[in-house]
């Protein structure tokens, strides 16, 4: 932000109007980017809402008051928050627009120009009326006052004293008000308070000289600054947060199963659900492993469940619901699924490739870089019902792309019965049972598997067939370890208990001697 009168003050003394009207506003339209508008394979999934509607109790009926389910959906909603500021580095706040042709857009356009031609009739009048613009100058004032820091005592006096309410109402009577000389002010006050982004703007409204245009641009330019305040509030106070978060989430989360219990609901059916189908999963690979192979077979631990859990949710099946510990990341998780999709299909593509293109490009140096970004952007963001019909232009581009490149490079480009050959291959790659794809992902989880589980430091080996995409690689891990260990931070003792259960249940269930 840019420096004003005073210098140097607590951040976390900053200003809570604009963040407390920005957060309340935005908090539905920015929640994880915003958990994606909609899933092509799932066009009805379950949200943490849907919880309530499978756990109810047959009998006797508990009635749920109002204000019980509004401070339940209050606290998940304000825990929502600070887990997105917490684990996403990037968060921030965006101004909501309602979508174009949509009744809300439309209402709330209707309305905004009945206000301003209202506010243009009446400067019109002779004597002109003057009552709008006297509300307008008073909530350009509390809105200037809102993105103003406590320390900026100065700056706040000096906006009281020319924003005089009731000198401005005295001009008025005496027909003097000089509306430019109170915009031109405003436009000085903003130009001093704005982050640097916001210079063009208020540049743009220098050039403005209707009076009407003007000051319905001067609020909208308001509003841009007060959302650039909250997200300057929300980057300085993301350390503390990040510090607290764990200890707040797992406060909110334990309120929400209290609350859950009163109502005789089970808040976490689904979660125990998730960790009972991984550890049969887990329980039968190893006794299995154990009657095939002489080796020892290493022993299942409930940490070594909690990590094949965490992986089962990048193959989810999205028709059953999330568990409730995960939901707030459902939108994240599940679009980190698709990038493993994507990142082994890439890979397949480019080894059906090279292997039917030959030594001709194996050596040339940034080609198969250069060919992996392109099918990237191909493919990217192409929902999973759509593949079919891309991938032709896929095959088309790659059969392009590689003969040009063994033309540059003075080899023979590839015949018509190779092309059609490495055509259908690309193609079959979009079948997930495709060996060399099985083979790939096999190796992604495993490498994911690997940086999850691991207590080392050094830097770790990428697997054959995956070099090609070691950063896109890489940028999963990370992310997606980032999320399993602050999950596992806020959840580890409900994880606990829930395999302790587990466990003691086949233990007891199974035959004695």
């Known amino acids: 932000m840019k420096n004003m009168d005073d210098d140097n003050g607590n951040v976390e003394d900053n200003s809570r109007a604009a963040e407390s009207d920005e957060l309340s506003s935005s908090n539905d339209s920015t929640s994880y980017k915003q958990q994606q508008q909609e899933r092509s394979s799932v066009m009805d999934r379950s949200s943490a809402a849907n919880h309530l509607h499978f756990n109810v109790a047959a009998s006797p009926p508990k009635f749920v008051s109002f204000d019980d389910v509004m401070r339940t959906a209050d606290g998940i909603s304000n825990m929502a928050l600070a887990h997105e500021i917490a684990v996403d580095n990037e968060f921030k706040l965006e101004k909501f627009d309602p979508p174009e042709n949509s009744m809300e857009k439309q209402v709330k356009d209707i309305m905004h120009k009945a206000f301003w031609d209202s506010l243009e009739e009446k400067l019109k009048e002779d004597p002109p009326d003057y009552s709008h613009g006297l509300m307008l100058l008073a909530e350009i004032k509390e809105a200037l006052m809102s993105i103003l820091l406590p ?26 008000l000089d509306f430019h000389y109170y915009a031109d002010f405003v436009i000085s006050i903003m130009s001093r308070m704005c982050a640097p982004v916001r210079d063009e703007n208020i540049a743009d409204l220098r050039e403005i000289t209707e009076i009407v245009p003007l000051f319905r641009e001067i609020f909208s330019v308001i509003d841009l600054m007060k959302m650039d305040m909250a997200n300057f509030t929300i980057q300085q106070m993301r350390p503390y947060i990040q510090q607290h978060s764990v200890e707040y989430e797992r406060k909110k989360f334990q309120e929400f199963l209290k609350q859950q219990q009163e109502n005789d609901m089970d808040g976490l059916v689904f979660t125990k659900d998730w960790l009972q189908k991984t550890y049969d999963k887990v329980e039968m690979t190893s006794q ?13 631990t409930p940490a070594s469940i909690l990590n094949e859990a965490y992986l089962e949710l990048l193959a989810w099946d999205e028709r059953r619901t999330f568990p409730e510990t995960m939901v707030m990341d459902e939108g994240r998780i599940l679009d980190l699924k698709d990038k493993t999709q994507q990142l082994t299909m890439v ?6 490739t090279y292997n039917m293109a030959g030594a001709g490009i194996a050596g040339i140096t940034g080609f198969k870089t250069k060919l992996k970004n392109e099918i990237n952007i191909l493919l990217d963001e192409v929902p999973e019902y759509e593949l079919e019909s891309k991938i032709e232009g896929v095959g088309d581009h790659v059969i ?43 190796r992604v989880i495993d490498f994911i598997r690997q940086v999850l589980t691991t207590c080392k430091s050094e830097p770790m080996k990428i697997p054959p067939g995956l070099s090609a995409v070691e950063p896109e690689l890489s940028a999963v891990c990370g992310h997606f370890c980032r999320l399993m260990s602050h999950n596992r931070s806020v959840f580890g003792l409900y994880y606990a208990d829930i395999m302790a259960t587990i466990t003691k249940r086949n233990v007891d269930l199974s035959p004695r001697n």
């Open 151 to 176: 320390q900026h005592n100065r700056l706040q006096a000096h906006i009281n004293e020319v924003l005089d309410l009731e000198l401005i109402e005295q001009k008025v009577e005496y027909e003097v």
């Open 288 to 300: 299995n492993a154990l009657l095939e192979a002489s080796a020892p077979v290493p022993m299942v």
């Open 400 to 442: 392009r792309q590689v003969n040009e490149c063994l033309h540059k490079h003075g080899f023979q480009e590839m015949d018509a019965s190779k092309q059609k050959s490495l055509k259908g291959q690309i193609k079959d790659v979009l079948d997930k049972n495709h060996p060399v794809r099985r083979l790939l992902y096999s």
């Open 347 to 352: 890979s397949a593509i480019l080894l059906v």
